[in-house]
T-cell receptor, first 113, second 108 residues
């Protein structure tokens, strides 16, 4: 498809386990964003990739969170030693750059039990 | 630092009434402002952006730099406008930050 794709759609994991969330951006989009949306809350900025520049990691809540992106392709968000407060919907968005709009994926709903 | 504030978490109006969703921002440079909308069981999507100065689905928003606001308005609300609305700001470094969102409910 032509949209932003995230996998898995849902993930249930045990407290203390590591999880990896995947985002496939729209082809050719240079910018990629990760956000966290807790139940009843707004979108919390996590990390931003722009082309080959160093990512803006200013929103990552702790060193248990990390993300990678190779070039302008797939990105993975990794959460190590998951905690119950990590339960949320994790959204990915990509943008072509300039003044273009950001397109969002459907999100990954993470539940830590 | 970039910051977006949406003071109302919930807003409820009757069909046909005017609606205004408030958004205030904090940014030292020249911002680009957006409104995104998320309808039930759909993805977050762009509603409008300030540089386009357009009206989408009857909604308009004017950037007021003096008051650092970008309120979303519609003169006559419709039931299909019920959704979650997010104000967003993109700064010079292309970082896109969102407000906490306002859940708009249009009552019949």
């Amino acid at each position: 498809g032509a949209g932003v794709s995230q996998s898995p759609s849902n993930k249930v994991t045990e407290k203390g386990k590591d999880v990896e969330l995947r985002c496939d951006p729209i082809s050719g989009h240079t910018a990629l964003y990760w956000y966290r949306q807790r139940l009843g809350q707004g979108l919390e900025f996590l990390i931003y990739f722009q082309g080959n520049s160093a990512p803006d990691k200013s929103g990552l809540p702790s060193d248990r969170f990390s993300a990678e992106r190779t070039g302008e392709s797939v990105s993975t968000l990794t959460i190590q030693r998951t905690q119950q407060e990590d339960s949320a919907v994790y959204l990915c968005a990509s943008r072509a750059g300039g003044n273009t709009e950001a397109f969002f994926g459907q999100g990954t709903r993470l539940t830590v039990v | 630092a970039q910051r977006v504030t949406q003071p109302e978490k919930l807003l409820s109006v009757f069909k046909g009434a005017p609606v205004e969703l408030k958004c205030n921002y904090s940014y030292s440079g020249s911002p680009e402002l957006f409104w995104y909308v998320q309808y039930s069981r759909q993805r977050l999507q762009l509603l409008l952006r300030h540089i386009s100065r357009e009206s989408i689905k009857g909604f308009t928003a004017d950037l007021n730099k003096g008051e650092t606001s970008f309120h979303l308005k519609k003169p006559f609300a419709q039931e299909e406008d019920s959704a979650m609305y997010y104000c967003a700001l993109k700064g010079g470094a292309q970082k896109l930050v969102f407000g906490q969102g306002t859940r708009l409910t249009i009552n019949p």
